[in-house]
């Protein structure tokens, strides 16, 4: 884990992490910062400290420009990041009062929010799907097509292992006796096997997917989940597995503080899905992917996007829906209400 702020020097990670994780946790709301003048542009403005923590992978990659623009100095509020690779630490945290935002996955962001009585609000969805089925070649070019086809997989119990069997039933197979789906404990896991040649047909979320096509031409990617649910949901739901939440207190006290990030943010995203050769050395510099190459490759399958508001609830209710149904405590044993949901 590592914090830092404005004019910090970095290190390149080592490793090669995702934070695809469902966690229930409990955790209290506290009281927010309060702003500081610093001086920004011509003349002296109010900036707000704001304390952020994003986990490493795909749910971070949205936020390294506006790291950035931090170190910088041109960032409208005064930003202190912190980057983990786990999400206890982010309830931990949250739970202290020294995290007043985080990019976590969105069902993490629902079970916190079932779990302290909405002291966690939902501001936007960061990330669509980022798991894809990968082969060597055999031939995939539907769910349908997985019919009697053995898949290597990891995530039973959580996310990747619920949305699996919703898209399997969707398209007519049973995923108890149509297909045979070895689970394993970590993505790592299901990539060594994939790269040995042993697992013909994985399940496996970015950037993993990257790292052993790049190395492998026989591998590829036959589909992507997040196209999968779109082909065959009706109620306008997405795939959306990563966002950022923020403390309901902290989003009271200074609403003026979170219009700006989310603005900042916005912006952020932009710039990371247009100037891939940057964010992918912001990625690398910042701890969020350890790979430049790694990251330029896998940033147009990481699915980056901001969606606020009524988007956001649109698309996420129904996604919540297929997980609650799956394991009510996938979403914190409860269905988010209407008070999740930020608005301005």
């Not at 060597?136 to 070019?141: E, H, L």
């Not at 939440?245 to 700006?260: E, L």
């Not at 050395?281 to 790694?294: D, F, H, K, N, R």
Request: proline share 5%; charged share 15%.
């Amino acid at each position: 884990m590592r914090t830092f702020s404005g004019g910090t020097a970095l290190r390149r990670g080592a490793t090669l992490l995702a934070a695809l994780v469902a966690v229930t946790a409990l955790l209290a709301g506290c009281a927010g910062s309060t702003g500081t003048p610093a001086a920004t542009g011509s003349g002296q403005a109010q900036r707000t400290p704001v304390r952020i923590t994003t986990l490493k992978g795909p749910t971070g990659v949205g936020m390294v420009h506006l790291m950035r623009a931090q170190d910088e100095g041109t960032s409208a509020n005064d930003y202190t990041f912190t980057v983990t690779d786990a999400p206890d630490d982010v309830v931990a945290k949250v739970a202290s009062g020294d995290v007043d935002i985080a990019a976590v996955p969105t069902n993490l962001a629902a079970a916190l929010y079932a779990k302290t009585s909405g002291a966690v609000q939902m501001l936007a969805v960061n990330t669509l799907g980022v798991m894809y089925i990968v082969t060597d070649g055999t031939p995939v070019t539907s769910m349908a097509d997985l019919k009697g086809l053995t898949i290597y997989a990891s995530g039973q119990g959580s996310n990747p292992e619920y949305v699996l069997r919703f898209l399997l039933q969707k398209n007519g197979l049973d995923p108890d006796t149509d297909v045979h789906i070895v689970w394993k404990s970590e993505h790592d896991e299901v990539a060594t096997l994939v790269a040995s040649g042993v697992a013909k047909v994985a399940l496996l979320p970015e950037p993993f997917v990257t790292a052993v096509t790049v190395k492998d031409p026989k591998l590829s990617v036959a589909l992507d989940l997040t196209t999968e649910w779109a082909k065959v949901v009706t109620d306008g739901s997405q795939l959306m597995m990563g966002g950022v939440i923020v403390r309901r207190d902290f989003a009271r006290q200074h609403p003026d503080a979170v219009k700006a990030f989310l603005a900042e943010y916005s912006a952020s995203i932009d710039e990371a899905k247009s100037d891939a050769g940057a964010t992918s050395e912001l990625c690398a510099q910042y701890g969020i992917i350890p790979s430049a190459a790694v990251a330029k490759q896998a940033l147009p399958r990481l699915n980056l996007t901001f969606l606020t508001g009524a988007d956001l609830k649109a698309g996420l209710e129904g996604y919540f829906r297929v997980l609650y149904d799956a394991n009510p405590k996938a979403v914190g044993g409860s269905l988010p209400d209407a008070g999740f949901y930020y608005t301005t």
